[in-house]
């Protein structure tokens, strides 16, 4: 049976669940529950902290995970991130009392507080500053006005934590983030976590595109088509009219509005939307 280790709490707790129902797996809505087992995909899911669920993964006591790519490399464990999902996006950087600092440089000497020791560290080395790293569990906003570090490195969204505290990022970012899929290189149950994978992959594009049907006139085929050329290529059917024919794609859903006004533009019409349920590419 496959084990698939899942966020308990935090930023990517309910989106992680939520991907992983509508990929067709069982998930709890208990958040007191530590395991659940899922008999008909052969699944068994553990909820655990985001930042072990790096460790677990590593040692191949999971088979795989999703955690925040951030948490994965400071954890420094042997896993690969296998997939991104495009969620829990953030960026991990240097911050301080607004106007302060300008660069990493002017750290030399000082002490910064973070969560993420090792993504820190290595920045660190890689710019050739010499500073302190004091090592705090979270709210790490507070360590300066509390006195026990000059500057922090930490996750940042919104920036209304930071702003908040009177405080504004400096420097270079030092890492994007977002939730991932890791898993551990040696599990034997790799086929498993392809399938796992493909299906997370088809929740991922049906949330991106849609399904677009139109009918053009024969000579505008080629322009309509050259603007929706769809995945791999768009389904051209016949009308009972000869002169007219019918095209289905798939097309990224950002895109849809502008899609359809150059497809009108170019005599398009009765032009259709579906929202795609489900996929498998
Ligand atoms: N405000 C946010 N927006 C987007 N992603 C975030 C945000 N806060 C944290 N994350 C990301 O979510 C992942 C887990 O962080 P989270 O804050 O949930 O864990 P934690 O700090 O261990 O738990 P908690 O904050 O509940 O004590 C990390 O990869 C982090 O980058
Ligand atoms: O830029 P923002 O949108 O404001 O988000 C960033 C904040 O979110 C996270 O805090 P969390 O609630 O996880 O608390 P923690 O620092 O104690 O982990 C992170 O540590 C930042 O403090
Ligand atoms: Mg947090």
Redesign the pocket.
């Known amino acids: 049976m496959l084990r698939v280790a899942v ?1 308990n ?5 309910e989106t992680a669940s939520g991907m992983l129902r509508e990929a067709g797996y069982r998930q709890s809505r208990d958040r007191r529950e530590l395991v659940l087992v899922d008999p008909e995909n052969e699944v068994e899911f553990f909820f655990l ?3 072990d669920i790096a460790v677990y993964v590593g040692q191949g006591i999971l088979d795989a995970g999703i ?6 490399l400071d954890a420094e464990v042997d896993a690969e991130e296998v997939l991104q999902l495009g ?4 960026t ?1 950087r240097l911050a301080a009392p607004a106007g302060r600092y300008s660069s990493v440089n002017d750290l030399e000497g000082l002490r910064i507080a973070t ?1 993420f020791e090792t993504l820190l560290g290595d920045h660190l080395a890689e710019r050739g500053v010499s500073a302190s790293i004091v090592r705090l ?2 709210a790490v906003e507070s360590s300066i006005q509390l006195g026990v570090a000059d500057a922090i490195a930490d ?4 920036g209304n ?1 930071l702003r908040a505290a009177g405080m504004d990022t400096f420097g270079e970012p030092i890492l994007a ?3 991932i899929v890791i898993a551990n290189p040696r599990s034997g149950n790799k086929a498993a976590i392809d399938v796992m994978l493909r299906r997370l992959q088809g929740v991922l594009v049906a949330k991106q595109y849609v399904m677009l049907d139109y009918d053009v006139h024969v000579d505008q085929l080629e322009a309509a088509i050259a603007l929706t050329p769809g995945l791999e290529s768009p389904t051209i059917s016949a009308l009972n009219d000869p002169a007219w024919a019918a095209v289905r794609a798939m097309v990224k859903q950002s895109e849809t509005n502008t899609v359809m006004d150059e497809l009108y533009a170019v005599g398009a019409r009765a032009i259709l939307v579906t929202r795609i349920h489900a996929c498998r590419i």
């Open positions: 966020p709490k935090g930023a990517l707790s902290r985001p930042r955690t925040g790519r951030d948490l994965f969620f829990g996006r953030s991990f969560s569990d979270g996750v940042v969204e919104t934590t983030s977002e939730a």
